[in-house]
């Protein structure tokens, strides 16, 4: 156990130093190394960060990157938003509502919720500001509503889940459409209890043929995570096929809408390929950490602290959710879920909880992280796409994290809202 606080103690110091997240993760390891008396092993690190990056199931990582990336350059957020806006947009609170469903629909297409961000953030805080929402509510909400993007399938971070949980992709893509629903739905009753007692315009119906227009636009988008999903799911493709499958497809829809130029490709290529070594170098380096810990059976007296000091599933749970909603404010979620995951998952099979249920618990809960200070990735990229200050957004924010808390605590509670779906469909997990 003294190896895991030194080497995480580490890591955790030199991210505060701004210490980038790569190389904190390879100094917290070589720490590590070095207290254990195991520098001659030294020759395994740069094999570890090799064997980490090269998984086969880790290819649909950019592959799904480029296909959002292509969706988002070739105009797809601004049918997205119209769809949206003909839908429910002469409501009370409409603007608010397309806010929600908008975020949903892009979710099937991008799985990040910092391509929600930036793809729908402009088009909806400028919509919302005219219509007369403040500019820190319209911005406040456009982050927290972009939470549903990677728990609805197809989803980068459930990727990387499957990965380091051995987990079907094909089962946590399932699982994570009614979680996803349920956030939506949460925000939906906040916004629905909060247009009672504060005044929120409402806009003009749109005419049949306005609606109509709308979803003959909005058709290539909502169709887009079926055919993905539905080619994982019923075996006609790997998820990796399924991402060249979904960029093909942004390709096609593309030349569709004559939006797809050289300029706009190599754009979309090269954001996809920096943001994709980036994922793979955090990866890679954490395999080292995995390593090690695993060879020092880390995770075994971590799980067995834990079963000690904590009697029931429901206080592991609320533990959990505790921790990584904590850590998500201070680090990403992608090196957290990479260093935590091998210390959590043996205690929750200890407490027989399900894998895809604590997959969703553990995405859900670390994505939190990215709407609050003083990491709050989310925060920083809409107060740079909004001009709404930091510290404004954050104080913004805070009464909206409340629908997504609870959420996340019913997902945690009853197993029955994360499984059922991938039950029904591919028949109970052996």
């Given amino acids: 156990m003294t190896l895991g606080f030194v080497v995480i103690g580490c890591f955790v110091v030199l991210m505060l130093f701004g210490v980038p997240v790569t190389i904190a993760i390879g100094a917290g390891t070589v720490a590590g190394l070095y207290w254990a008396g195991l520098l001659d092993f030294a020759m395994v690190f740069p094999q570890q960060i090799l064997d980490g990056a090269s998984k086969p199931a880790l290819l649909a990582i950019p592959f799904f990157i480029l296909a959002g990336s292509l969706m988002n350059a070739v105009g797809m957020t601004d049918k997205i938003f119209n769809f949206a806006l003909a839908i429910v947009g002469s409501v009370r609170a409409g603007l608010a509502y397309v806010n ?116 003959l636009d909005g058709i290539p988008a909502l169709v887009a995570p079926g055919i993905i999903l539905g080619a994982i799911v019923f075996g006609f493709a790997t998820a990796t096929e399924a991402g060249v499958v979904a960029c093909v497809y942004s390709l096609l829809i593309g030349l569709a809408y004559r939006k797809l130029t050289l300029t706009v490709l190599w754009r979309s290529l090269s954001e996809s390929a920096l943001l994709s070594a980036l994922i793979m170098m955090i990866i890679g380096a954490s395999q080292t950490m995995g390593w090690l810990f695993a060879f020092e059976q880390v995770p075994q007296a971590f799980a067995s602290g834990l079963l000690d000091a904590i009697d029931g599933k429901a206080l ?115």
């Fill in 100 to 215: 929600v469903l908008a975020s949903l629909i892009f979710a099937g297409v991008s799985g990040a919720a910092t391509a929600d961000i930036a793809g729908l953030g402009q088009i909806e805080v400028k919509a919302m500001r005219e219509r007369g929402y403040s500019h820190e509510f319209a911005a406040a909400l456009t982050v927290a509503t972009s939470l549903v993007g990677p728990i609805v399938p197809p989803s980068i971070s459930l990727i990387v889940y499957a990965w380091l949980a051995n987990e079907s992709v094909a089962r946590l893509f399932l699982a994570g459409i009614v979680p996803g629903l349920l956030v939506a739905a949460s925000f939906i009753a906040y916004i629905r209890v909060l247009s009672i007692w504060q005044p929120m315009p409402r806009e003009a119906p749109a005419t049949m043929t306005q609606v109509g227009r709308a979803v």
């Fill in 316 to 430: 592991f749970m609320a533990f959990v959710i505790v921790l990584l909603v904590v850590i998500g404010c201070f680090m990403e979620a992608t090196p957290a879920k990479i260093i935590l995951l091998p210390l959590l998952l043996p205690a929750a099979d200890a407490f027989g909880i399900d894998r895809v249920q604590f997959g969703m618990v553990i995405t859900l809960a670390l994505l939190l992280g990215i709407a609050t200070p003083p990491l709050g990735i989310g925060l920083y990229l809409m107060s740079a796409v909004s001009g709404v200050r930091f510290e404004r957004l954050a104080v913004a924010i805070l009464p909206l994290l409340m629908p997504p808390l609870v959420a996340l605590i019913l997902i945690a509670s009853f197993p029955e809202i994360t499984l059922w779906l991938p039950n029904l469909v591919m028949g109970p997990a052996e």
